[in-house]
Each structure stands twice: as structure tokens, then as C-alpha cells.
């Protein structure tokens, strides 16, 4: 089954590396059946497209402004991202929700600029470890589901990745359960058909991340609810990643 893999290297790397990297996952996944993305820092991004252009991988960026255009210093706009090439962006990531405090409301713009100008959405949701021990995980993660999509109509859904990534698994070494991402998966299914159709819940590509490794990866990713994975510090390793992208699943 065809699945959607996708890195996200955050603030790792530099541009020299990303030549190296490139050319090595290009050449390791020529064969591949599944839907790659990389996500590599801006600086990276001009490098990567002249290295993977091409072949199999596609190219994403880990995040972008909400503005379309202005005096906003050391922001990227869609506009920039799309006209280098980019196809996806990641949004609505923990880090930028907890350290940059990034709210739903933001995030909703972003989404809608970035679709506006012809990217793709990785949008991520997921609640903390003290929500999940207080039993309202499932009431945070539709509410960040919610707030992200109004105003998004059902044909924009095309354009949108569903990342569900429980915060607390992120980057700890610590997994969901493959029964608590079924869980997860259905409701958000669930809730995309509650707010759209039956259809729309059936369809939307939903995938998993948190503290996805070489040794746990095909488990997760097998799973039949699922689509794909979103992971991070394993990708940095393109041999790994290669391994985890090349997968018949």
C-alpha cells in the first residue's frame, strides 16, 4: 500500500550537508512506490530543489508567514515558497505552537495563505501529556482540528495533510500505542466527516509522528487507518530514511 513519508529535519543540518543528502535519498529511493516529502530549513530549500529535481522526492518547507507580502523582516511568504519549488508546508507544528506561540487562529491563516498560493498543507495536532492524563486528548485535538480548518472548504481538503502528533511523543522517545493512534485516527475521521462528509473523512490523508525510529517504523506505519508518518530526528540519517521511504507497506 502506498504510503506518504515525510521528513522534517527542524534546525538541523546546513546547506552543504543537504547537497550530500539529497543526491544519496534521491539515488536510494529511485525505486520507491510511496509518496516522499522532505522538509528541510529555508536555507536549504534552493539546494535540495537543484538535487532532487527529478526524482521521486518531493520538496516541503517547515513552516511559512501567514501575510502575503510586506514588511515583516525574517518571514517567508507562500509566494517565495511556491516559486522555488516548494510543494508542501508544514503547519501548525507544536514546537511553533508552544515556543513561538503560534495560536489555532494563526494557524487557520496560515493554512489559508498557503492553499491560496497553491501549497500543500502538513497541518499538526495533537495534544499534551497533561491532557492526555486529564482524558481530554480527544477534545484537544478536535478543537485544534476545528479552529485550524474554518473557512476551508471541502474541495481545499485535496491540499491537506492531517499530522497527528501527540506532543509528549515528540522527540522523548516515547510512542503512542498502535491502539491509541487507531483511536485518534478514527475520531479525527470521524470529525472531518462531521464537519465536511462522510466522504471527506474517508478520504482526508491522515498520518502519524512522534519519536518515529529504524526499529518501530514499519509497525506504525502498516497500520490501515493510517497514510504515512511525519518524522523527524530519524530523518536526518538518509540511510534510515531511505530504508523507511523505500518500505512496501
Not at 539529497?22 to 530549513?41: D, F, H, R, W, Y
Not at 508544514?90 to 491563516?109: A, P, Q
Not at 489559508?112 to 502538513?122: D, H, P, Q, R, Y
Given at each position: 500500500?502506498k504510503?506518504?513519508?515525510?521528513?522534517?529535519?527542524?534546525?538541523?543540518?546546513?546547506?552543504?550537508?543537504?547537497?550530500?543528502?539529497?543526491?544519496a535519498?534521491?539515488?536510494?529511493?529511485?525505486e520507491?512506490?510511496?509518496?516522499?516529502?522532505?522538509?528541510?530549513?529555508?536555507?536549504?530549500?534552493?539546494?535540495?530543489?537543484?538535487?532532487?529535481?527529478?526524482s521521486?522526492?518531493?520538496?516541503?518547507a517547515?513552516?511559512?508567514?501567514?501575510?502575503?507580502?510586506g514588511?515583516?523582516?525574517?518571514?517567508?511568504?507562500?509566494?517565495?515558497?511556491?516559486?522555488?519549488?516548494?510543494?508542501?508546508?508544514?503547519?501548525?507544528?507544536?514546537?511553533?505552537?508552544?515556543?513561538?506561540?503560534?495560536?489555532?487562529?494563526?494557524?487557520?491563516?496560515?493554512?489559508?495563505?498557503?492553499?491560496?498560493?497553491?501549497?500543500?498543507?502538513?497541518?499538526c495536532?495533537?495534544?499534551?501529556?497533561?491532557?492526555?492524563?486529564?482524558?481530554?486528548?480527544?477534545?484537544?485535538?478536535k478543537?485544534?482540528?476545528?479552529?485550524?480548518?474554518?473557512?476551508?472548504?471541502e474541495?481545499?481538503?485535496?491540499?491537506?495533510?492531517?499530522?497527528?502528533?501527540?506532543?509528549?511523543?515528540?522527540?522523548?522517545?516515547?510512542?503512542?500505542?498502535?491502539?491509541?493512534?487507531?483511536k485518534?485516527?478514527?475520531?479525527?475521521?470521524?470529525?472531518?466527516?462531521?464537519?465536511?462528509?462522510?466522504?471527506?473523512g474517508?478520504?482526508?490523508?491522515?498520518?502519524?509522528?512522534?519519536?518515529?525510529?529504524?526499529?518501530?517504523?514499519?509497525?506504525?506505519?502498516?497500520?490501515?487507518?493510517?497514510?504515512?508518518?511525519?518524522?523527524?530526528?530519524?530523518?536526518?540519517?538518509?540511510?534510515?530514511?531511505?530504508?523507511?521511504?523505500?518500505?512496501?507497506?
Amino acid at each position: 500500500m502506498k504510503k506518504i513519508i515525510i521528513s522534517n529535519f527542524k534546525m538541523n543540518t546546513t546547506p552543504s550537508e543537504m547537497k550530500t543528502y539529497s543526491m544519496a535519498l534521491a539515488t536510494k529511493t529511485s525505486e520507491s512506490k510511496n509518496q516522499i516529502i522532505v522538509c528541510p530549513p529555508f536555507t536549504h530549500l534552493c539546494v535540495a530543489k537543484q538535487f532532487l529535481d527529478g526524482s521521486k522526492v518531493s520538496l516541503g518547507a517547515q513552516n511559512v508567514s501567514s501575510e502575503e507580502k510586506g514588511a515583516f523582516t525574517g518571514e517567508v511568504s507562500a509566494s517565495m515558497l511556491k516559486d522555488l519549488g516548494v510543494e508542501y508546508v508544514i503547519v501548525g507544528h507544536s514546537e511553533r505552537r508552544t515556543k513561538f506561540k503560534e495560536t489555532d487562529r494563526l494557524v487557520n491563516k496560515k493554512i489559508k495563505t498557503a492553499l491560496a498560493n497553491g501549497l500543500k498543507v502538513i497541518l499538526c495536532i495533537g495534544e499534551d501529556l497533561a491532557s492526555r492524563q486529564a482524558k481530554q486528548a480527544c477534545a484537544v485535538v478536535k478543537k485544534e482540528l476545528d479552529d485550524a480548518l474554518k473557512g476551508i472548504y471541502e474541495n481545499e481538503l485535496e491540499g491537506v495533510i492531517i499530522a497527528y502528533e501527540p506532543i509528549w511523543a515528540i522527540g522523548t522517545g516515547k510512542t503512542a500505542t498502535l491502539k491509541d493512534i487507531q483511536k485518534m485516527v478514527e475520531l479525527i475521521r470521524k470529525e472531518i466527516a462531521y464537519l465536511y462528509s462522510d466522504k471527506a473523512g474517508q478520504q482526508i490523508n491522515v498520518v502519524y509522528g512522534g519519536s518515529i525510529d529504524i526499529q518501530n517504523y514499519k509497525k506504525i506505519i502498516s497500520l490501515a487507518c493510517l497514510n504515512g508518518a511525519l518524522i523527524g530526528g530519524a530523518s536526518l540519517n538518509v540511510d534510515n530514511f531511505a530504508v523507511i521511504a523505500r518500505e512496501n507497506y
